[in-house]
């Protein structure tokens, strides 16, 4: 092993990290994320894991909460990096690292070291590591027993979540993969609410589930750091059996990628469903508008929810109609859960790209520039095309209601849920112009699931979404059926302020574009 | 260079374009006559690209006025969009494309109608040997990927072609297939504008030549056609019989020696 040059690489992405602080904006961005891992590492370590130690005691089942709260870290540290891409960015890739000197095994080790050094997998480590310490403070188990389980279970966790995401990105290259993908994803939310009436009719099937759980890496480090005697030792070996098989496992995904699907025919197929779509735009903007179409529906990220959001919308309403039925009303009553879910129907299927258009274009949002067309019809026409494809949910999500809707069908009732997802259509594709152009962020078209939106576009997506889950249980109190009644005209009143807001914006936004058309070339090209 | 008589394809005057207080083009001044084939060299970093951006609306200038066809030309300049070809030097291909639905997608923006657009996608794919449709552009090879930026700047048979290092990786069959079309272009009165390191394939294909220097200084400017005929190129009273050692003279490139090597 040439651990020397392997040193040097790991410091070579650090010094990449630091290169971006050269700029104003990256030094503030180092300084805040600088100040915010230390509070959070001072919060987890103190109050997280510590705290959730001395719990484990306290309670008299030092393993078996050990074991469950590890595992919850666990499956949080799989669910982040696999679902939003935290941890999992690949600094420099093998291709690129076999420029230099390195042999294969010596590549893997350098890659791995420097994606597990990572800031967001050292949150993991400390959120562990306070847990063995709490253990050890409070008398349950050893020191290096506890740090030995913890560091097996870091490694451990690292590697099943590139395991997994591995996995997961040969599932989504798949024709429907990615709609696949979401409905499993779908599926393991329900499953839990699924299971409970079964558990409690087969306490045998409940204590089969546990046995399994204690050969899991978690249960295991939770005993290992609970146990000074041959089980804790047992423990030990239990989590490096798994490493050993998950390493294993990733080697050998590693060595076999998976094959592209390249079709070699010389005969020109000639498309034309998606280019008729387009000519309803007219034809000066439609075959920009198909060419967005064809663009991002060849796009695995987009074929996952796109196709789910209408899916997604109803399992919201039955997952808060369980708890509503189970008397934890978590959205205030049937009217405030529909008209939150009607809103997220106006852009949970296009937000994630509205708010940031180009960031996927990369060289080829120069030919938008090249073309006889303003600069900024290209920009136009993906917002055009972003709220055609939200609008055209909402007419399906408005005829599912009346079939199987919690509250019975009146025309003013839907007039209001409709109304509820059209203004959100546009007060959010309103706000995503602006993203677009103000905090655009280049992107990778080819990744499937994960997060590489900016702040701005977070902030919008994300907090668009909460905002739009809890603000209707804060405006909306008091008896639905005379709320609906008396207010109706509301919503579709405040859908056509969000629409004049949304026109104004976009041609604000056509200005910003032309003034800004340089910047984000440079943005998108990767040289900014 | 002033022209006599006849309107130039393509008029600079005192263009410079400043990326904040870095100077990437200073004073530039040229012509192009119509029916050319037109070098505009310089090395690395001299301001090429940023020239050829400013030419057809990707950048605006900071200072200076730019005529193309006999108008004023800035990137809101719709009507003479639609008669320049660019193949910019970082191609703009939507990679997940397969190369006719970019070749469509480009030849409907500008204006041509279902039937011709048909016809000549297949030609162009048929003649450029990029018949491997099951191919996305992503899947190219860099000279494929070329040849597709190559035949969306001619799809729609504009008047001037800007070509922005169109030669590099292609390979020796392309490039004499790509030559000879701009050849049959010129001489149907339309003009090319091309940026290139190669220095033989400007002496062979082009007619006049502008060569700038750090930051995107005109230093020369000439007719090379007069190598083929065993003439030369001049230089304050020096006389060059290439245009490799005039292009070194001019932009002070000198050999340096590493003993180690």
Redo the contacts between chains.
Sequence with gaps: MNFELIGTMIRLRYKLLWANTRTRNGKIALFFAGYLLLVMVIALLGAGGTGAGMVAIKSGKGAVLAGAILTGIFAQGLLASVILGFGMANIFSEFELRRYPLRAAERRVTRHFIGIADPFWILFLVLDLGIAFGLYLFGAGSFWFGLAAVLLLFVCNYIAARVLGMLVQRLTSQKFGAMMMLALIICVGMLPALLQPVFKKNPAILAGVKRVWQTTPPAAAGVAMTHLDVSGVQALGVIALWLAVLAALLALLERRPPKAAVVHDTKVVWEGRIDRLGAIFGPTVGPLVANWLRYYWRNNRFRTIYPLALPLAAFLLFFFSRQDAAGHSAMGGPLPMALAVFGLIGFIGTGQFAVNQFGYVGGGFRRFLLLPTDPAAAFRAGSYLFVSLSAALILPAAVLWTIFGTIPPAAPLLAMLVGCSVMSLFLFHGVALWTSILGARRGNYKQALGNDLSLAGNVVVLGGTLGWLFLPQLVVRGDSPALVRNFWWVTPLLALAALIFYMVSLRLTTSLFRARREELMTLMEGKG | MQMDGQTAAIRITGLSKLYGSVTAVENLSLEVPPGRIFGFLGPNGSGKSTTIGCL?????PTAGQIEVLGQRFD??N??I??RIG?M?E?????????A??FL???A????LDEATT?KR??EL?DALEL??????LA?YSTGMRKRVAFA?AVIHSPEILFLDEPFESIDPAGVALMKQWLRRFTDQGRTVFMTTHVLETVERVCHDVAIITKPGKLVWQGDVSVLANDGKLHFNGQEFDALEPLFLHLTGEKYKDLDWL
Excluded at chain 2, 56 to 60: A, I
Excluded at chain 2, 131 to 136: A, R
Aim: charged residues 25%; aromatic residues 10%; negative net charge.
């Design positions: 057809t609306g990707l950048l605006d990137a809101e719709v009507a969009k639609r660019v910019p970082t191609l703009g291909l939507f990679d997940p494309l397969y006719h639905e469509a997608f480009v409907r923006i500008f204006g048909r996608v297949t794919l018949t491997d449709s099951g191919k996305t899947e969306a």
